[in-house]
């Protein structure tokens, strides 16, 4: 996919306004296919070969739990789960997550070079609670934050799609009581009864994003959005979800920067830990 100036102006438009894009059959079946071949491989060799991958089991359970991949039972991976941050570890993955031409149209968005700190696999729906990314990991300087979600595979209705709810970044953001974006969970409801209310002031109603294989859908870091309910567990919903900061912000930390390419950088850190 190549955009012009003029494609970029639309897109900076409709970004503005709505708080996302959708760039349908950005990737062909053969980069998609190297992604889910590699977490097919990693699921088959996880004990046998060493690795320093975390995973979240369970999700939406009160079995969740954070713990290295390689000890994990098959059964995991029969239930939703979120595979951590294979772009520290595999090149096939920061080639997708910062191809030239979508880490382009990011460091639009972004003002700047993208910087990816975090990516997150998922082979079922999330059913994650409908929130902004500004809960977990806010930016150092405001608005430099987004994320994008790549389709694995086709979407199902009942797989349990992304929902999101348009121009909802244009909300003057909740602050907790630590005057911080970040969340408090027994806040929660106070911060769910301002939305509700501004939703319904600004007459925006969720949608759900139907993606095909290939589709990418990228999102401001305060667009309210998360996971609709999965209607039939046995369908999967294949997805590579990617955080990016402005590189910019974050040159104080050059030892840690890796450049991909001319518009991209990862973020090297260590693995997260369990819990």
Do not use: C
């Not at 589709?215 to 990016?244: C, E, K, N």
């Amino acid at each position: 996919m190549t955009a012009g100036r003029s494609n970029f102006d639309a897109m900076v438009a409709k970004w503005n306004t709505d708080g996302y894009l959708v760039l349908p059959g950005f990737f062909d079946n053969k980069r998609i296919a190297r992604v889910n071949d590699l977490v097919d491989e990693l699921w088959d060799s996880r004990a046998a070969k060493p690795n320093q991958l975390i995973i979240d089991t369970f999700l939406g359970t009160p079995e969740t739990r954070r713990t290295r991949f390689s000890t994990v039972p098959d059964q995991v991976r029969e239930s939703p789960y979120k595979l951590n941050d294979l772009y520290l570890d595999y090149e096939d993955v920061r080639q997708v997550v910062l191809d030239k031409e979508l880490a382009k149209i990011v460091g639009l968005l972004l003002g700047g070079k993208a910087l990816v700190f975090n990516t997150l696999n998922f082979e079922y729906g999330s059913g994650q609670d409908d929130h902004v990314d500004t809960f977990y990991m806010p930016p150092k300087q405001a608005n430099r934050m987004l994320a994008s979600w790549m389709a694995l595979e086709n979407i199902s209705p009942d797989s349990g799609p992304l929902r999101y709810y348009p121009g909802s970044h244009l909300i003057p953001p909740y602050l907790f009581s630590n005057g911080k974006t970040n969340v408090i969970g027994a806040e929660l409801p106070a911060f769910y009864s301002y939305m509700k209310l501004e939703l319904e002031k600004r007459g925006i109603e969720p949608v759900s994003f139907l993606a095909g294989r290939g589709d990418v859908f990228i999102w401001h870091a305060q667009l309210f959005h998360g996971g609709t309910p999965i209607i039939d567990p046995q369908q999967t919903r294949r997805s590579l979800v990617t955080h990016y900061y402005r590189t910019a912000e974050y040159r104080h930390l050059f030892w840690r920067l890796k450049k991909v390419n001319e518009h991209g950088y990862y973020y090297r850190r260590p693995h997260q830990t369990p819990h």
